[in-house]
Every structure is written in C-alpha cells, then in structure tokens.
C-alpha cells in the first residue's frame, strides 16, 4: 500500500510542478506596475499593478480563474493555452523584448464571442498599491 503512494505521489508531483512553473522567456521579467496599450476598446495606454507577469497572457480574462498550460517555451517568447471555464478559453504568445517590455499576441473566445489582438506592455515601475491577485 505504501509502495503505492509513493509511486502516486512521484507520477503526480513532477506534473504538477510542470503547471505552476514559470516558463523560461519569463524568468527575468518581473511584476511590478505595467503600461498596456492596444486593449481592446481603450485609446489610451492602460496601467496595471501585476504580481505575476504571467497573468498579462490571460488579459482578455484578467480576474477569472482559470487554468494555464505551457504549450512551448523558450527563451525569448512563450505560448499559453487557457481555459476559464463558462467564460472562455485563449492562446497567448508572449514575446519578451526586454525584461521589461513584452509583445502579447492573444485569442480565443470571450463571453462567447471571439477575440484576436495584440498587445504591447512596459513594465513602468514598481506598484504603488498592493498588487492584484494573478489569476489560478
């Protein structure tokens, strides 16, 4: 029984460590206060206190929980599949410029309606107020 266990245990924590890893092109990007411009609907650049820079890859469902996967990674750009349940799913690819600027390439389904844009963000400074909670 408790050879089980363990080898349960050694099957399930590998990949899930897999999903609350932070891929590679993001390693040296960090949270901070980021100005985002070409959002849908808006003229002017949106700015944003973001803990986790992966949350910026689920824009179009920021403050939803929803479920990530790594499609591919490497060391300048990653791919991130999405799912948020009734609200929607997306795909964004994240190109990292410099750890400071980044290229978001997203889309998918909103709402059910569907989305495609692209998004510039810049990392600006540090957050002024507490952080918002990434998405899960």
Not at 12 to 32: D, M
Not at 77 to 82: A, D, G, L, Q, V
Not at 96 to 112: A, F, K, N
């Amino acid at each position: 029984m408790q050879g089980r266990l363990i080898l349960a245990l050694t099957t399930i924590l590998p990949a899930t460590a897999l999903f609350a890893a932070q891929p590679s092109a993001l390693a040296n990007v960090a949270g901070g206060l980021w100005e985002i411009t070409g959002a849908p609907g808006t003229r002017a650049p949106v700015r944003q206190c973001v803990r986790n820079v992966l949350a910026l890859a689920q824009y179009e469902h920021r403050g939803r929980n929803c479920s990530r996967s790594i499609i591919s990674d490497s060391a300048s750009s990653t791919k991130i599949n999405y799912k948020c349940g009734s609200a929607g799913f997306g795909e964004s690819e994240v190109d990292v410029i410099t750890p400071r600027s980044l290229r978001i390439s997203t889309q998918g389904i909103s709402d059910q309606l569907p989305f495609n844009y692209v998004l510039q963000a810049r990392r600006v400074g540090e957050c002024t107020k507490a952080p918002e909670s990434a998405p899960h």
